[in-house]
């Protein structure tokens, strides 16, 4: 359906954009909040403050 076709395209985008993408509409904001998306952007961002400590 149309919720897992936007989550692939939004999987490409990095945390500042999926920030901003969450904005765009209701479909967008639950999308990016109840996804896979969400959760893999903060695994990147953990995972980089931890080898830069």
Known sequence: ???E???Q???YLD???LKNAE???KLW???IRNGRNWK???EKVW???KINI
């Open 23 to 25: 904005l765009v509409c």
């Open 9 to 11: 395209i939004l999987s």
């Open 5 to 7: 076709i936007a989550e």
């Open 47 to 49: 995972f980089l403050q």
């Open 40 to 42: 893999r952007c903060l």
């Open 15 to 17: 945390y500042k954009d």
């Open 29 to 31: 904001h639950d999308v």
């Open 1 to 3: 359906g149309v919720p």
